[in-house]
């Protein structure tokens, strides 16, 4: 049971627009803490996608963009690429329990 | 090019001891904190612990899962840092991953290590 709550699946076909949530409480993403991204291509390690809630690393297109509003933040991938099927997990910070992820949501591309 | 590499990892016993290593290269390791996380087989991301640089103590940080059996150590002269795990479960089979920490516990991972995977099993 992660602390941070991502939906375990989303789909979308080339070009088309998804988005994936990531749903904390008030003890994390609700206490003002940053959400970073990371995405995980198939037999990887985890790269970081997006940082500080919405800031891109270099090298990361413009196609990805993150935000942050309450207990939530989301991530939005546009013009959607076979590439980007991977597992895509939040993370950011809890008072008591440090630091926390999301449980991932697998990108299919169809 | 910042790059972080893992090392160590293999077949341990239930009961048994094992260290992993992290080797740094392209920054000054000194600066930065860093953590380690591991990702059990078919399974998501979990944070093990955090160690902060010199300049804020060195001091140490870690998952409840792990606390009282793992240790994260640093050597800034050799640009390594350590993940001394003792009392290993079969639990603990995971891939390990190690990670610059560029604003602290609360903030971001980057870049992560290829990882080394743990096999704890009889």
């Known amino acids: 049971q992660s602390v941070l709550t991502q939906p375990p699946s989303v789909s979308g076909a080339p070009g088309q627009r998804v988005t994936i949530s990531c749903t904390g409480s008030s003890s994390n993403i609700g206490a003002g803490y940053d959400v970073h991204w990371y995405q995980q291509l198939p037999g990887t390690a985890p790269k970081l996608l997006i940082y500080g809630n919405s800031n891109r690393p270099s090298g990361v297109p413009d196609r990805f963009s993150g935000s942050k509003s309450g207990t939530s933040a989301s991530l939005a991938i546009t013009g959607l690429q076979a590439e980007d099927e991977a597992d895509y997990y939040c993370?950011?910070?809890?008072?008591?329990?440090?630091?926390?992820f999301g449980g991932g949501t697998k990108l299919t591309v169809l | 090019e910042v790059q972080l590499v893992e090392s160590g990892g293999g077949l341990v016993q239930p009961g048994r001891s094992l260290r992993l290593s992290c080797t740094a290269s392209?920054?000054?390791?000194?600066?930065?904190?860093m953590s380690w996380f591991r990702q059990a087989p078919g399974k998501g991301l979990e944070w093990v612990g955090f160690i902060r640089s010199k300049a804020y103590g060195g001091t140490t940080e870690y998952a409840a899962s792990v606390k009282g059996r793992f240790t994260i150590s640093r050597d800034d002269s050799k640009s390594i840092a350590y993940l001394q795990m003792n009392s290993l479960k079969t639990e603990d089979t995971a891939v390990y991953y190690c990670?610059?920490?560029?604003?602290?516990?609360?903030?971001?991972?980057?870049?992560w290590g290829q990882g080394t995977l743990v096999t704890v099993s009889s």
């Open positions: 392209g920054f000054t390791f000194g600066d930065y904190a």
């Open positions: 993370q950011s910070y809890d008072s008591s329990l440090n630091v926390v």
């Open positions: 990670t610059r920490a560029p604003r602290g516990p609360k903030g971001w991972f980057d870049p």
